[in-house]
């Protein structure tokens, strides 16, 4: 989209606050506003109504002028006051142009501020260079076809001034909304296309409706309006599916009348007109948005009636036309939906001429002869750990409270680091309390000694010597009170949100450190698998952090004894080598996955061997 500059329509009035419209209403509305004159339409009201109309969040009417170099702001009906109608419009597309072409153009885009919506672009018909854009949000994807084709249905200007009565043009426009709305509610393929027929019928008075798909290249009919069922070989339905042949052979709509008689392109038609006594008949073709043919809808008219306007039945058709396609994909069974499927890659690839036949067969004898000649390299798959033997355990020295917490679970700590720290107040006022002990005690032995007191003296003396060697044990206790690491490694274990303040008995685990340095890994491998694993053999590891980072290992040895390891059954543990150097994010612990190489081996072995070995178990072969 060119991000043309937009003018405003001077003095343009502010969105007034939308009154909630029954459907009914909403069209009555619609219609009054786009039957007036086109200088006199008020299209702030038009934005406002094909808002409600179409549920959209945010909707606006632009026009070229100046030769398309900018863009003028009819109308706009939205919550948000500086909302663009450009600021969605994916960059690189140009929607009004292809709106101007087919009517409208749609696409999903992202607004600046991270809102995505479905965008819709329509050319309003009778109003030169002048277009409607609606945002819906992404929710609405479900119902999108239908509001676009309500929004297809109220943008025809000129055709809604030449109506005379607003509630025969708010009846049409109500039962189109309402028959397409029907189709895409049902929850089958027969209902849905009994629906569409019928609908058609009831809404233009039609005297025969029917529609036929496409399969295996001619159409067969599924609905004929008024009967639930008909006999796929009678008559009626052989007539019907060569008139819609007629239109699938031409690739348009093709009309009879039988004022005029058969032409060449229509003989077809005028067997059935003139088997159903119908006056004027037509067969339309249903194509997808890639122009393919899927489906072909014939309607019969009475010699009164008069001439139809097709446009409003082809868009609808367009729309319904997807749903339909999905219905009649899903009842089919699914032998027929794969055939289905490979039918169409088929045909696209190796062209029209027993396309599927040609397909199976090459693909079947290149897949057989690749698993007869080709070979794989096999490998057994594995569970893996880091391990570390070089371990270490920070405790508490003492009874206390953890006063201070210097690193956490996961940090890299260098050796001397200062992990943890006691509180040491009780301890120092013990230590006070201690050394004014001594010092009493030292006294009392300077006097006794002094006044020759021997047994006195040396009663002094050893409350003297307990004093001091209390005074010793609480100063290694406060020495003890700061914790280091006693190596570099990582902490494995000890959260600081949990041990900060926390009271700690004496011997009590604070940190684990681990070593990054002399890691190696452990495989627990599948006792099935334990006879292809020989020590020497290579492979790599992913471990789940970094599962794009495969590590080579080398196997050194297989512990013989297996453990039970629950529905898993019998594993082996088989120690590996690291063959990359230590990484900085690796942590003892860490698991992942393994695969280790046993050399090549046949295709047709490795898809077999595990049949085969419990077919042995089974019938002791």
Not at 22 to 39: G, M, P
Not at 54 to 81: F, N, T, W, Y
Not at 491 to 501: F, Q, S
Not at 559 to 564: D, K, L, R, T, Y
Request: a negative charge; aromatic letters at 6%; charged letters at 20%.
């Amino acid at each position: 989209m060119t991000t043309n500059p937009i003018s405003t329509v001077p003095d343009r009035p502010q969105a007034a606050p939308e009154a909630s419209l029954d459907a009914r209403a909403l069209i009555e509305q619609l219609h009054l506003v786009r039957k007036a004159s086109l200088s006199e339409v008020d299209w702030q009201r038009y934005c406002q109504l094909m808002r409600q109309l179409c549920r959209a969040s945010h909707c606006a009417v632009l026009r070229k002028v100046e030769a398309g170099a900018s863009l003028q702001m009819l109308g706009c009906a939205s919550d948000k006051p500086d909302w663009s109608p450009l600021d969605a419009m994916p960059p690189g597309i140009d929607l009004l142009t292809k709106a101007q072409t087919s009517a409208y153009a749609q696409t999903s885009a992202t607004s600046p501020d991270g809102q995505s919506w479905l965008v819709l672009v329509l050319a309003l018909q009778g109003v030169a260079e002048s277009f409607l854009i609606l945002n819906i949000k992404q929710q609405e994807r479900a119902q999108f076809n239908e509001l676009t084709l309500r929004a297809l249905l109220a943008i025809d200007f000129e055709r809604a001034t030449q109506v005379a009565s607003p509630a025969l043009a708010s009846d049409e426009l109500s039962g189109m909304l309402g028959l397409a709305a029907q189709v895409m509610q049902q929850p089958g393929f027969e209902s849905a296309c009994l629906t569409l027929v019928n609908g058609i019928s009831a809404e233009w008075a039609l005297a025969h409706a029917s529609l036929g798909w496409i399969d295996d290249g001619r159409p067969q009919v599924v609905a004929i309006s008024h009967l639930d069922r008909f006999e796929r070989n009678s008559r009626q339905s052989q007539l019907i599916e060569a008139a819609l042949s007629t239109a699938l052979n031409q690739g348009h709509e093709v009309w009879w009348n039988a004022e005029h008689g058969d032409a060449p392109d229509s003989q077809e038609l005028g067997d059935f007109a003139r088997d159903a006594s119908i006056g004027r008949c037509v067969a339309i073709p249903v194509r997808d948005a890639h122009g393919q043919t899927h489906a072909v809808l014939l309607l019969g008219f009475s010699a009164s009636a008069s001439e139809p306007d097709l446009n409003h039945l082809l868009l609808s058709l367009e729309l319904i036309e997807p749903r339909l396609r999905d219905l009649r994909l899903r009842s089919l069974g699914w032998t027929q939906r794969a055939k289905h499927q490979l039918r169409s890659l088929s045909e696209r690839v190796f062209g029209p001429e027993h396309a599927v036949l040609k397909a199976v067969a090459t693909v079947a004898l290149l897949a057989l002869l690749y698993v007869l000649l080709g070979s794989w390299n096999y490998r057994v798959d594995a569970n893996a750990q880091l391990n570390t033997e070089s371990t270490r355990l920070i405790s508490a020295q003492f009874d206390g409270r953890i006063d201070q917490v210097y690193a956490t679970a996961g940090d890299l700590v260098k050796a001397g680091s200062l992990l943890v720290a006691l509180d040491t107040r009780e301890l120092e006022q013990q230590q006070s309390e201690l050394n004014a002990e001594a010092a009493k005690a030292e006294t009392e032995v300077n006097k006794n000694r002094a006044d020759g007191r021997l047994a006195d003296t040396e009663i002094a003396q050893a409350r003297l010597d307990q004093s001091l060697a209390k005074s010793q044990r609480v100063e290694a206790y406060l020495k003890s009170a700061k914790s280091a690491a006693p190596f570099e490694g990582v902490i494995v274990e000890g959260e600081r949100k949990d041990l900060l303040g926390a009271p700690v008995k004496k011997g009590d685990k604070i940190f684990k450190i681990a070593k990054i340095e002399g890691l190696y890994v452990t495989l627990m491998v599948a006792e099935r698998q334990m006879r292809y694993v020989q020590p020497g053999a290579s492979g790599e590891v992913a471990l789940l952090s970094h599962a794009d980072h495969n590590i080579p290992v080398r196997i050194n040895s297989v512990i013989p004894v297996a453990q039970v390891k629950g529905q898993e059954g019998n594993q082996f543990m088989i120690t590996a080598e690291l063959l990359e150097p230590p990484q900085p994010w690796w942590r003892p612990g860490m698991t992942g996955l393994a695969r280790i190489d046993v050399g090549q081996r046949s295709i047709l072995w490795i898809l077999t061997h595990r049949l085969l070995d419990n077919l042995r178990l089974l019938l002791w072969w």
